[in-house]
């Protein structure tokens, strides 16, 4: 968690505190989930591709 939420009650109190909105809290959290997720399938990704290239073919 970028600033180490996930709750809509943090949130709220975030915007009380800052005198921001609710949504701008929520969309920190929401675009560094999104921004996790991507990394995880590029890392996921890369793995696959290396297993692929360092396999042996197997003789007919």
Known sequence: ???GFASKETALRLA???GTSVQF?????DEYELREA?????AAR???KDQLEN??????
């Open 1 to 3: 968690m970028i600033i």
């Open 16 to 18: 009380r505190v800052f």
């Open 25 to 29: 809290w929520m969309g920190l959290q």
């Open 38 to 42: 991507r990394s995880a399938q590029r």
């Open 46 to 48: 890369s793995e696959i």
């Open 55 to 60: 396999m042996i073919p197997i003789p007919a």
